[in-house]
């Protein structure tokens, strides 16, 4: 299996811009999970889905911040306006219930810098 | 809310030599997991090593060791014989076992290890 895929790796904007996230989670997880990570508040858990429907989006900092989950391998988490305070990186994780072992599987990231 | 404390933000340890990472968590949960990630410099999010909550036993994965003490809520992390490769972040994170998987991470502790 090719893991979890993000795209893209690093994304440079301006202030005010709108800024889209992609991933793809592996196949057969039914579990996808949005953190974001900084310097000083670590990770953070954004949001979850199960089975492509939101569970928990008590992480998602403002309204500004939105994450859909349109169908089982694909997820995006978009932020309109984007702020300076929003560059962090960004992990997709996913899971399945099957195995039961709790382990999230992490994709490498997008790295989003807001000038 | 859970918490997960690591109280070493960060160590360095020589090539070949044996380090312990701390780590204390606070529930009141009873049925939960417990996991070390580590993040090399790749940014990669890559399982070390887990622990259910329920077994007494200590887990463990080659040269990674835990010491789970639940009534004291701690959960240390050994590494034996350290090599260069394993110099990244790691990171304590803890899973209540009923909420869908979500992680709750620990600030991280930076390890560098020396020839």
């Known amino acids: 299996d090719a893991g979890v895929i993000q795209s893209p790796r690093h994304e440079v904007t301006e202030m005010g811009q709108e800024v889209t996230l992609r991933c793809k989670p592996i196949?057969?997880?039914?579990?996808l999970f949005w953190y974001r990570q900084t310097m000083m508040r670590g990770l953070e858990l954004l949001i979850y889905?199960?089975?492509?429907?939101?569970?928990?989006d008590s992480g998602m900092p403002e309204d500004r911040f939105s994450a859909k989950m349109p169908n089982a391998s694909f997820s995006t988490l978009k932020i309109q306006p984007s702020e300076p305070r929003d560059s962090a990186v960004y992990f997709c994780?996913?899971?399945?219930?099957?195995?039961?072992?709790?382990?999230?599987?992490f994709g490498e990231g997008s790295r989003l810098t807001v000038l | 809310a859970q918490t997960v404390t690591q109280s070493q933000p960060e160590m360095s340890v020589q090539e070949a030599e044996t380090v312990t990472l701390s780590c204390t968590y606070d529930?009141?949960?009873?049925?939960?997991?417990l996991f070390w990630y580590k993040q090399p410099p790749s940014r990669q999010m890559i399982l070390v090593i887990r622990?259910?909550?329920?077994?007494?036993q200590n887990a463990t994965e080659n040269r990674f060791s835990v010491n789970f003490q639940k009534a004291a809520k701690s959960f240390s992390l050994k590494i034996s014989d350290s090599q260069l490769g394993d110099t990244a972040m790691y990171f304590c994170?803890?899973?209540?076992?009923?909420?869908?998987?979500?992680?709750?991470f620990g600030k991280g502790t930076s390890l560098l290890v020396t020839p």
């Open positions: 994780a996913s899971t399945g219930t099957v195995s039961d072992t709790g382990e999230l599987f």
């Open positions: 196949s057969g997880h039914d579990y």
């Open positions: 889905f199960n089975n492509n429907v939101p569970i928990d």
């Open positions: 529930t009141s949960e009873n049925n939960y997991y």
């Open positions: 622990q259910e909550a329920y077994k007494q």
């Open positions: 994170a803890f899973m209540k076992k009923m909420t869908g998987y979500a992680l709750n």
